[in-house]
């Protein structure tokens, strides 16, 4: 499920899914937040490094079960995602993501907590939202803005396209991009040379330019709930899902045509 391996005081995670993609399900979410949460604690290690296994970083959250919250079928309750985002937020040491392949849905949205991220040339990025008739998650609201600036932000969260790893390095989303082989070498001889340096002085470091962040972070989540709620389950939710287990496009026209959508609710901040 997730690989951990220690190279001197830089602690790499693999997640280690890779015949889904490396797609999240409650177990992996659960064994990455507690992975995430143990390096923290650990004062042999100074960094942590995650990567994915296979073609893939992460293909986001496994679609059976997100389409079974969708339908319903399940008591509404995400058992590991908000907790994995909340070791995101809360991880105090340097992170760093070897994104090795496709990244979508929380494959990308992580990248937002992460303090510097490297790409490899076929690392492909998307944040699939409006094609699921959903919202951003993952405070990407917040984040992507301030790493991407808004216009980009708003064009990688509104259109639901793919994007390289050389657009995103264009954008902010990536630091470095790399050729496929030297992409988790170059990235653990950065993390090498981070974990040089005194563990305090990291986490103090990492704080002060951190600083506000959680509050916001937490402000994005809460209007990222509150809009989950109000589309999840709706017809144009359930054509999404219809149509990708059909292996077809959606036709949201139709779906807004039969289900004419009252904007000004959806405009403001009211309970759902």
Known sequence: ?????????????????????????????????????????????????????????????????MSALASGETSGESHGFPGLVD???????????????LALGIGATMLGYA??????TEARVRCPFTDLAVAPEAASSYTFPLLLGRQ?????????????AEECREMGLAWKVCAPDDLLPETMERARLLATKPVASLVETKRTY???????????RAREDHAF????????????????????PPDFA?????????TARHASDDAP
């Not at 708003?154 to 793919?162: G, K, R, T, Y």
């Not at 139709?254 to 009252?262: G, N, S, Y």
């Open 1 to 65: 499920m997730i690989r951990t391996d220690d190279d001197g005081r830089v602690r790499l995670l693999t997640l280690d899914r890779p015949d889904k993609l490396n797609a999240f399900n409650d177990a992996l979410y659960d064994a990455t937040a507690a992975a995430l949460r143990g390096a923290a604690a650990d004062p042999e290690v100074a960094v942590v490094v995650i990567t994915g296994r296979g073609r893939a970083f992460s293909t986001g959250t496994d679609v059976s079960e």
């Open 87 to 101: 070791a995101l937020v809360d991880f105090p040491k340097p992170l760093l993501c070897a994104v090795n392949g």
């Open 115 to 120: 303090d510097l991220v490297l790409m490899s």
């Open 152 to 164: 980009d932000a708003a064009w990688v969260l509104l259109s639901s396209e793919w994007f390289s």
């Open 210 to 220: 951190t600083a506000g962040f959680r509050d916001a972070v937490a402000a994005a």
């Open 229 to 248: 709620v109000r589309l999840l389950g709706q017809p144009a939710n359930t054509e999404a899902f219809t149509a990708l287990f059909e292996r077809r």
């Open 254 to 262: 139709a779906v807004d045509a039969a289900h004419p959508v009252d």
